[in-house]
């Protein structure tokens, strides 16, 4: 069984940084791509990064390029995301998710097992 566990969260100022971190686990094989998403109250849940193991390929939103960053361990099974130049708009709970698929993508519908996610608050 999959699952993952985000964590590093919290409260920051906007200009400032975090690291999230996601500990995966059950995976069969490095054919995982593994996602952050986040959705701000109110808003609908929006893909932010994504990492295909296999490849090392990565994949940012638009509003985000540039300033996050999305890495793994040597294990690949840790996935982080580090956000830098954070903006209050930032803020929202962050989930990571997991699908099986060898090619990154932000789109939602594809992944299959999420984590319980780690609210994220950028102050102005």
């Known amino acids: 069984e999959v699952q993952l566990v985000e964590s590093g969260g919290g409260l920051v100022q906007a200009g400032g940084s975090l690291i999230l971190s996601c500990a995966a686990s059950?995976?069969?094989?490095?054919?995982?791509?593994v996602g952050w998403f986040r959705q701000a109250p109110g808003k609908e849940r929006e893909g932010v990064s994504s990492?295909?193991?296999?490849?090392?390929?990565?994949k940012y939103a638009d509003s985000v390029k540039g300033r996050f960053t999305i890495s793994t361990d040597n294990a690949k099974r840790t996935v982080y995301l580090s956000m830098n130049r954070l903006r209050p708009e930032d803020t929202a709970h962050y989930y990571c998710?997991?699908?099986?698929?060898?090619?990154?993508?932000?789109?939602?519908?594809?992944?299959?097992?999420w984590g319980q996610g780690t609210p994220v608050t950028v102050s102005s």
């Open positions: 059950g995976f069969a094989s490095d054919d995982y791509v």
């Open positions: 990492i295909s193991l296999s490849y090392n390929k990565t």
């Open positions: 998710a997991a699908t099986w698929g060898l090619v990154a993508t932000l789109w939602l519908r594809e992944f299959r097992h």
